[in-house]
């Protein structure tokens, strides 16, 4: 019997950031929800990102900053990945995201106008980021299910 | 090269300083022996090494936040609101990532945008940047000693343009500024280009400038047993040695558990003082910092107080020379300058009120001693082992074969075999030993101790006990027990 294809989902930190604790807790979490993680880690360009994606046929690219260089780092993604023929995939976004305690919700706004799916504050619950998940790629009919 | 901890030859510095200067247009406004005539006018108040070693002597705990911003004056205004309103001892100066990669260019850019969004969009000080002009404008208007604190593999640069500038401290080591802050350098690499930032702080020695170094003790900061990161702290201390670094502060991160840490604390001290003295170093001056808990934060303000108040006593009775503070923004990110001062002053009341308040060697501080002690030989002796004898060669051949690992790390230059947890009474324990080169009594230590949790919370431990570890303070707990 042939075994279902999991959907690909590309993982990693933005930028000069190396913070890696969470980054391997949330490929074991990603994986435990049935799908297969391209794990980049620490200190990932974009283009890295946009690469990934397109070799591996990849449904979303979840982005983490932990360092507060967010802001620059995350800018032009989307445009990028549109650039590349990607432009439609799913991009998430989570972290601490910006220099400084700043109300979450302009920081949201910002990333959404940057052109992100989905932008998480600081502790997220990771069922949720996988509910989420599971309900964008259902919508674009990219469901295992 | 071949890499060995062997002091380097003047000839062998100045071989490679002028490509090292060469690096950013800012250095060459580097001149040593300018540098030295500056360092011989700073104030002892204002001079790191000298009060560090005024504190061991009066058993004093110094107090020293992180904070670090993208232009000057606002930099300035930041450490002097610290100092005045966060009475700390001691100051720092946090170096922004960007710098930390040696993306000097990019770093450019965040001060560009820093200077027209009127905040910083730089998580720290470009110091090489702003060169030796700007890093004196900052010595010279904070009343305080100043240190370097980073995060940066290859800091030659940074290091020549901030001691040139009037720092008389400089955190980091080939190690500790590598495994956790790295994902692709090569230990050779970056042991080798930190021997050139310890043979600079070693002639400015031999030009008279006493300038502290200080390894960077708690590694990925994530259920970091005791003995891993002595055996690394250690032997960055002889490889700084070595290279004629003669006031070094050695570090530990807070596990939570009261015993475990205080006895941290005294093992690192003793071993230390027994390893540099065994190693043909018994000149160097040594203390201690202890870093406030460096794993995740409750979002609570409340709550992330409760937090750095454990911390603060844990330093306190276990006396290290100076704690490193956290803020009530630890779970959110960068914290404002007042809640920074808030983290600071919440700290110097924990310590002054137990400051007058020996804490007892008890049978149960005693025995963490006694084991932290025995892992950490274990451990350092099979280094030097490998190394046939030079720790340098040791550490890249250990690091290979798991001899020295560290959790969570983002190198691939640790095998990352090694998986702690929490055992019943709260204290890290190693859940899987991977390949440290532990006694078998050690390793049954280990396992009993895991067990007895195990039994207690009826589960296996597993991958998922390590997790509930990891997020256990953030939600208000020390061990992750299950639901």
Redesign the interface.
Known sequence: MMQQERTKVILGVIGADCHAVGNKILEHVITAAGYEVVNLGVLVPQEDFVNAAIETDAKAILVASLYGHGEIDCRGLRGRCEEAGIGDILLYVGGNLVVGKTDFHEVKEKFLEMGYNRVYEPGVLLERVIEDLQQDLQERGLSRD | MELKNKKWTHDQFYAIRGEVLNQWPTGAAVDFAEAVKYHENIPAKKHFAKQLVKAKKNGRTLTQPRAGVALINEHINLLNFLRTEGEADLLPTTI???T??N?YA?AE??IE?SKRAG?????GFPAVNHGVAGVRKVIESVNGPLQVRH?TPDARLLGEITLAGGYTAYEGGGISYNI????SVSLEKTIYDWQYCDRLVGIYAEHGIEINREPFGPL?G?LVPPSVSHAVAIIEGILAAEQGVKNITLGYGQCGNLFQDIAAIKALEQLAEEYLNNHGYPDCVLTTVFHQWMGGFP?DEAKAFGVISWGAAAAALAKATKVIVKTP?E??????KE?NAQGLKTTRQLINMLADQPFPLSIEVQSEIDIIKAETRCILDKVYELGNGDFAQGTVAAFAAGVLDVP???SRYTLNKILPARDNHGAVRLFDIGNLPFTQDIIDFHQAKMNERAKAEGRNAS?QMV?DD?YAI?KGRLVGRPH
């Open positions: 922004d990532s960007y930390r990669q993306q990019e850019n965040g945008e905040r910083s969009l730089l998580n995060g956790p802050y790295a994902k990925t994530t979002q923004h779970a959110l990110g960068i914290p404002t809640a969570f790390a983002p991958f997790i990891i953030s």
